[in-house]
RNA sequence: GCCUCUGUAGCUCAGCGGUAGAAUGCUUAUAGCAUGCCGAAAGCGUUUGCCUCGUAAGCAAAAAGUCGGGGGUUCAAAUCCCUCCAGAGGCUCCA
């Protein structure tokens, strides 16, 4: 809060004209105060995190300068202009009101000119030494400053650029993006910072028709809930992502979602990472629940006996969850959360050469854990983030990426750096919006070994830091993987297809549909029992509806494969399949169904599907 | 955190001071197609009854509402005002 007392002969003020939605009222239009100290104020942000404490201060302050100057008479007089980040009208007004009944308590005459009026005033002040003095009111739990991180990136200067497939770069004007739409719609997206979106994105919709996800208002913002399909699909991504990783040689350790703020290392580290955190209060400790698995992993490694021998060392966790308090007004579906599910696989490694080598093995995990789970290469767009002098040093090396990559990248350079790496990229998805949301990424951090203290002992024996820390994600948040998924349906529309899921992640991958939901339930009974031994997920449309009210509910779930049961396939030995995406049916005996199945879903994980088979036996979650 | 819009039955939405209602779905989407309404009162879903059906909505009836919560104005509030909550969009931010 920020006061100005003027010690005056006189005061006159005359409330004009309304100047906010809903001001005090006015008692009497016009008033005059002789002889009175009029206390202008301004109630700032930092006020409301302790109103009490502010009135307190200010009660103090004014007391203590009316005994100065003598007087008994006290005009508050709420003035904005003294301050340039003003706290709401109402913290203000209430504060107002209690500092007038504060200040009477201990005897003062008290006038208050109404809050919310442009006002004309007389003052006549009395010119002594001590007649005009200005205050400044903090109150405790309003200092908490930005991170240095969030205030440097304010100042922080990028120069955009296109590199093609040979490694020149063209300045971004220049480039033609002849070829290249979505690289052009994700690069005007990044530069530009245009961020309007005309409409609520399009998976917001889709994740609650195909019961998947919702919002959570009991919660927070940003932290949703997963109905059995969508956890199903969610699991199945985790159990896939981690399997990659284990395969590339991850070591998977879980660490605690808390951390002590006062933690050397980690306050540190706090101001160099301009995310905003969640914070909890625990007997007299103060934690921060964790953005990213690096609290965790890097306190291990520090404890950890390391030889070059280990290098590179690979550790590993699928975060569940990071969490991330984002601004509110950032928020959407499933882009953008609070509490989100991030694998998180860092790589400790012991020289610069070691890893750039690491670093082009896990450019292959990330690009092969994308599309395997069903992305092609146009449906992301790759961004690298370097400083000057590390792409200047190493050319070659970013020359690599591109080439790996195969297509042009959009490139961000610094002449300083102002994060803890020195070089990253990233696969960004850019949906129907324009909005683009980093899926993949890793980075080459050089501070972090040394700031958690992170020590391996050399092949000469001697104790080094681990000079090189690379960060990566190799599909990013799980739930924007999802997301990407849900909103990548909008394009398949907008080419004619039917929009659909990748056939491992769909909840229902056969639906089997009893012409006669009695006459033909044993037989799909056993049928289903036998797709399921393949590891297939099967449910069967039981409900009393006509057929084509069960094909259509199963067409808008979205469901691969569809097959009809009737006298005819319970006596002929084919079955009659409704393949998503094609126009006809197709007469399969059922290894040809399990076999084309299998064809597409190999070598992704499975489980069963989360709920009863039957679906006259499931309760319906949404609508 | 700030600004704008939104919140009506499980879902999708109309109504916008006076009885709680006319639109909804799909697609090749600046438009087209289908079904509905203008006639006792939304459509879908749910429950019950009828129908026992071969590939995108069979027929009928019933139940179902704190009109987001709280406060105010008014003879009267879903409707106007204030406030809180939630969602979307913008600003900002996005490791």
Known sequence: MKILAIHADHLTFEAKKQAIKDPEPVE????????CLVVFMAVEKGDEANPESAVQQLVAQVKDIAGQV????????????????????????????KADEALQEQGFQVKRSPFGWYKAFEISCKGHPLSELSREITVEGAAEQESEALEAEKKLKS????????????????????????????????????????????????????????????????????????????????????????????????????????HPALAKYLQKFPARQYRI?????KFFLRFSACFGQFLTAHDATISYKHLPLRLYEMTRYSFR???????????????????????????????????????????????????????????????????????????????????????????????????????????????????????????????????FMTEKGKEAIIPYVLHCSPSGAIERVLYALLERTYFQEKRGEQPSLPLWLAPTQVRLVPVNPQRHMEFCKGLAEKIHQQNIRVDIADEQETIGKRIRDAEQEWIPYVVVIGDRDVEGGKLTVRIRGQQDQVQWSFDELVKAIKDRIKGMPWKPLPLPWLLSRRPIFVG
């Open 325 to 455: 308090h984002e601004q509110r007004g950032e928020l959407t579906g499933l882009r953008r959360l609070r509490a989100f599910t991030m694998p998180d696989v860092h790589a400790l490694c012991a020289d610069i050469k070691q890893a750039m080598e690491e670093y082009k093995v896990r450019f292959d995990l990330s690009l092969s854990t994308l599309e395997e789970i069903g992305f092609s290469r146009d449906d992301f767009e790759m961004a690298l983030r370097v400083t000057k002098e590390f792409y200047e040093k190493n050319k070659d090396f970013v020359e690599y990426l591109v080439k790996t990559i195969n297509k042009p990248i959009l490139v961000e350079m610094w002449d300083e750096r102002e994060f803890y790496f020195v070089l990253k990229y990233e696969f960004n998805f850019v949906d129907a919006n324009q909005k683009a949301s980093a899926l993949s990424t890793d980075q080459i951090d050089i501070e972090n070994g040394e700031r958690y203290d992170m020590r």
């Open 281 to 285: 209060d625990s007997d007299k400790r």
């Open 28 to 35: 009497s239009p016009k008033e005059t105060v002789k002889e």
């Open 159 to 262: 120069y955009w650029y296109i590199m093609d497939v040979d490694g020149a770069l063209q300045e971004l004007d220049k480039f033609d993006f002849k070829d290249n739409d979505n690289l052009k719609r994700f690069s005007l997206y990044e530069s530009d910072k245009d961020r309007s979106a005309p409409k609520e994105p399009h998976h917001v919709k889709i994740m609650k028709q195909l019961e998947l996800v919702d919002y959570e208002p009991a919660s927070d913002s940003g932290n949703l809930r997963y109905y059995p399909k969508g956890r199903l699909m969610k699991k199945l991504l985790e159990e896939f992502v981690t399997d990659k990783v284990v395969e590339y040689g991850g070591v998977e350790v879980e660490t605690p979602i808390m951390y002590d703020m006062q």
């Open 70 to 97: 003598k007087t008994q008479s006290i005009v508050l007089y709420p003035y904005a202009h003294l301050s340039s980040n003003l706290g709401s009208p109402k913290t203000a007004k209430e504060l107002l009101a």
